[in-house]
T-cell receptor, first 114, second 115 residues
């Protein structure tokens, strides 16, 4: 079956530090890959996505590259801000079928201190 | 354009009580989903719907029922609440085609406590 594995958390960083959050996946074929972010007290929002190998998704200074050879989709940001404090979820959606559903990782909490 | 809204935002139930959570979306999306979020478990799919009048089971459907009588609404019911159903519930919707295909839009969540 499909699965998403995220690095263990929580992660605490100082403002302006470099961020990497690891995500690896197991799926047949070529799934679409996503990062969702959940700010405190809110629902999830799509942060970025990539739909094929070597695609790079980017938004709000965050980037992730779809690596088929390592089945990974690591999230990076060069300089985090306090406002980036949130829970981050990696997810995949199989390509096959219009009804294909998202599979989420367990999420990781990021806290950025001033 | 309100997006996805959920009612209520908070609820406390006693074991055995019933309740219905309402999800509404104004984006004319075909697909709708109910998830639960528990610490250390991520999001798990309870039920979903690919169109008005159709529903299907997700990963953790036991103890829940759903209905999609109108395209814009997706109801989640708990017939006899149990403490194990204490969770935060999220509704989401997505389009079957177009530029935003593949993206799920989430509501703000309902925090349910079962005593």
């Amino acid at each position: 079956g499909n699965s998403v594995t995220q690095m263990e958390g929580p992660v605490t960083l100082s403002e302006e530090a470099f961020l990497t959050i690891n995500c690896t996946y197991t799926a047949t074929g070529y799934p679409s890959l996503f990062w969702y972010v959940q700010y405190p007290g809110e629902g999830l929002q799509l942060l970025l996505k990539a739909t094929k190998a070597d695609d790079k998704g980017s938004n709000k200074g965050f980037e992730a590259t779809y690596r088929k050879e390592t089945t990974s989709f690591h999230l990076e940001k060069g300089s985090v801000q306090v406002s980036d404090s949130a829970v981050y979820f990696c997810a995949l959606r199989p390509r096959a079928g219009a009804n294909s559903k998202l599979t989420f990782g367990k999420g990781i909490t990021l806290s950025v201190r001033p | 354009n309100a997006g996805v809204t959920q009612t209520p935002k908070f609820r406390v139930l006693k074991t055995g009580q019933s309740m219905t959570l309402l999800c509404a979306q104004d984006m004319n999306h075909e697909y709708m989903y109910w998830y639960r979020q528990d610490p250390g478990m991520g999001l798990r799919l309870i039920h979903y719907s690919v169109g008005e009048g159709t529903t299907a089971k997700g990963e953790v459907p036991d103890g829940y029922n759903v209905s999609r009588l109108k395209k814009q609404n997706f109801l989640l019911g708990l017939e006899s609440a149990a403490p194990s159903q204490t969770s935060v519930y999220f509704c989401a919707s997505s389009s079957a085609s177009g530029a935003s295909y593949n993206e799920q839009f989430f509501g703000p969540g309902t925090r349910l406590t079962v005593l």
